[in-house]
């Protein structure tokens, strides 16, 4: 037994493959990529399940003290968003009762001087980690006027509400992916 292990068949060791591996699509927690003349670290993954085998991808970067999500929803061909987490309160006094109130955002939202509209809302499921544990939860999307720009709410539980806002991004934009 000794001597198969010292001198046996080694296992093969799972080898990357660059130009498969290393793209976007395809971040794990520890990977580095480079955006915006920074370096982030990609520090959790998750899943967005919306029903009927339709899933969007999440990836935390972070860079220092800064953190935004890249969002990826492959609709015909991949969309990519970067977006940053905003406190919620800072969209206006009485959002959150309007919306449990009459089930729905307002169909406009003005947020750090830029008016954004309602376009997309709907229920889904997030899996932390990409795993199979579901959260339920609801979600609208804004974009401003040259739809370059886009607000989310999300809606977790009665009471808990969380905000985001971000820009479309194009997979070019990200350098050097590395393995972490």
């Known amino acids: ?6 001198f046996g068949k080694k296992k093969k060791k799972e080898e990357l493959d660059p130009f498969q591996d290393l793209v976007l699509s395809k971040l794990k ?5 480079d955006y ?5 670290k990609v520090t959790e993954y998750n899943k967005y399940d919306w029903g009927n085998g339709d899933y969007s991808y999440e990836w935390e970067l972070t860079s220092g003290n800064e953190v935004v999500y890249l969002e990826c929803e492959d609709d015909d061909e991949p969309e990519w968003v970067l977006a940053k987490k905003i406190p919620f309160k800072k969209l206006g006094p009485g959002l959150g009762k309007h ?3 009459k089930e729905d955002p307002p169909n406009e939202i003005e947020y750090d001087g830029v008016i954004y509209y309602l376009e997309d809302g709907s229920g889904g499921y997030f899996c932390k980690g990409g795993g199979e ?3 339920e939860f609801l979600y609208w999307d804004f ?3 040259s739809e370059e720009k ?5 809606q977790w539980e009665e009471d808990k509400f969380e905000a985001s806002v971000g820009k479309y991004v194009e997979e070019y934009q990200f350098t050097n992916i590395l393995p972490g």
């Open 133 to 135: 544990q579901k959260t």
């Open 36 to 40: 915006d003349l920074k370096t982030w």
């Open 29 to 33: 927690v520890g990977y580095l990529v």
């Open 1 to 6: 037994m000794a001597w198969n292990r010292m």
């Open 150 to 154: 886009i607000l989310t709410i999300e």
């Open 143 to 145: 974009l401003d006027e």
């Open 99 to 101: 919306i449990r109130e």
